[in-house]
């Protein structure tokens, strides 16, 4: 077991290594195409057992990786020597009666630039789901109260204006609340967000001036502009077609993203106005991937293993120049 750990441990420092820090080169400028990837390796495996299944994905300035193991209830750090330390467990529900999933479920990670994290927590009960915070030291406390009946999945981070956004899968909702927390509102309430048999509205960034959602059921990506008093601009459609669209993130000042399909267990490179380019598959080691973190040239695939049951893990792949 140790000499597993020690190796583990260092793939995971040979991968932080090779991040680079500055803005990913090959998506620099607006309007920029796809760029190959390579070197994609699973540098971490995670036990099945303990429920160390990660959900979303935030990468620190240093290089290390904070990660939601969803139904742990856990936000955990990875170190760039592979080793796992829980920053916080979330308090069981008494009576989990999570809409969809009936289990507690720890969802969306954001990252301010002071270091605080905030995250989602389902438990289908009114005293514990909704966003929480939780400082560098160590103060963890609900901030946002949400309803019981929804289903918050991802989040997304709008710092200059003191903002939450969270893509609600049952509702059909995307919530905006205030960082300091306080009431949540209901930003945009739509058709296009809603779920279709499953999940809806999953995946959410702010990117470019807008709100930016996947809608995992209906396979679409969707685009809602944030006017300058605040407000949701027209919702459109931006991408569709796709297979099972979970959380993503933007390369570069363009509208490039990388997308993990949680179904197939692939990543996608895509762009509205261009067809999808698979560049990763379940060959690469991707099981059920459900979010992207980013850092330089450098991308970090977490897969929760919700489907397969099989070798939840983390994988890390580059972007050529």
Do not use: C
């Amino acid at each position: 077991m140790h000499r597993y750990r020690a190796v583990v441990g260092g793939v995971v420092a040979l991968a932080f290594a090779m991040a680079g820090a500055g803005p990913t080169s090959a998506f620099a400028t607006a309007g920029a195409g796809p760029a190959p990837v390579f070197g994609a390796r699973v540098v971490a495996h995670f036990d099945l057992s303990k429920k160390q299944q990660p959900e979303n994905i935030v990468v620190e300035p240093d290089g290390a990786l904070d990660l939601s193991f969803a139904p742990a209830r856990q936000v955990v750090r990875l170190g760039r020597g592979g080793e796992i330390r829980v920053l916080a467990t979330l308090q069981a529900p008494a009576a989990p009666a999570t809409p969809v999933l009936g289990v507690p479920f720890l969802t969306g990670l954001v990252r301010t630039s002071d270091g605080t994290l905030y995250f989602g927590y389902n438990t289908g009960t009114a005293d514990l789901t909704g966003l929480w915070r939780l400082t560098r030291g160590g103060d963890l406390r609900r901030i946002v109260a949400l309803p019981p009946d929804g289903l918050s999945n991802g989040l997304a981070l709008d710092e200059r204006a003191g903002e939450l956004y969270v893509a609600d899968s049952v509702l059909g909702t995307v919530w905006r609340a205030p960082l300091g927390g306080g009431s949540p509102v209901a930003w945009v309430s739509d058709p296009a967000l809603r779920p279709a048999g499953f999940l809806g509205a999953d995946g959410i960034k702010v990117h470019n001036g807008a709100v930016w959602v996947s809608n995992l059921d209906k396979g679409t990506i969707l685009r809602i502009p944030i006017r300058s008093d605040g407000t949701a601009g027209t919702l459109r459609t931006v991408i569709s077609g796709l297979t099972g669209p979970d959380d993503f993130n933007f390369v570069g000042r363009g509208d490039w993203m990388l997308l993990a399909l949680v179904l197939p267990s692939e990543v996608a490179l895509v762009a509205p106005g261009h067809a999808p380019t698979i560049v990763l598959t379940a060959q690469d080691g991707l099981s059920n991937p459900d979010s992207i973190g980013i850092r330089g040239d450098t991308f970090y695939v977490p897969s929760g293993a919700f489907l397969t049951m099989k070798d939840p893990n983390l994988l890390v792949a580059h972007l050529r120049d």
